[in-house]
């Protein structure tokens, strides 16, 4: 059965920090660009950001750059979502998800932009910003 586990989130004040993973089962990341989708409370799910997997590129939303960092371990299969400076505003249910990826002589840019490009999803992971 091929799935993403997360694990991390929790509760945290303002300015503080947080890590979340996401583990492959059944499957190699290796292949795959991984991104980081958020959704709060009646609101939209957004993209936050994307690493790829042909040359470790990353993509990240503006509400997020300086803030947020993504890396992965293809030795674990997983990847990290490193939070800092957390927000208020972050505050919302985490999903990692992956979708396969071609190699190319020039390899596009990951992006978050399209959440239907994405495969498979882990079951999410609340990330709560309060004092």
């Known amino acids: 059965q091929l799935q993403l586990v997360q694990s991390g989130g929790g509760l945290v004040q303002p300015g503080g920090s947080l890590r979340l993973s996401c583990a492959a089962s059944?499957?190699?990341?290796?292949?795959?660009?991984i991104g980081w989708f958020r959704q709060a409370p009646g609101k939209e799910r957004e993209g936050v950001l994307c690493?790829?997997?042909?040359?470790?590129?990353?993509n990240y939303a503006d509400s997020v750059k300086g803030r947020f960092t993504i890396s992965r371990d293809n030795a674990k299969n997983t990847v990290y979502l490193q939070m800092n400076n957390l927000k208020a505003e972050d505050t919302a249910v985490y999903y990692c998800?992956?979708?396969?990826?071609?190699?190319?002589?020039?390899?596009?840019?990951?992006?978050?932009?399209?959440?239907?490009?994405?495969?498979?999803w882990g079951q999410g992971a609340q990330v709560t910003v309060s004092s």
């Open positions: 998800a992956a979708h396969q990826e071609i190699e190319a002589i020039v390899q596009p840019l990951c992006t978050v932009s399209h959440s239907f490009m994405y495969d498979y």
């Open positions: 059944g499957f190699t990341l290796d292949g795959y660009v």
């Open positions: 690493i790829s997997s042909f040359g470790g590129g990353t």
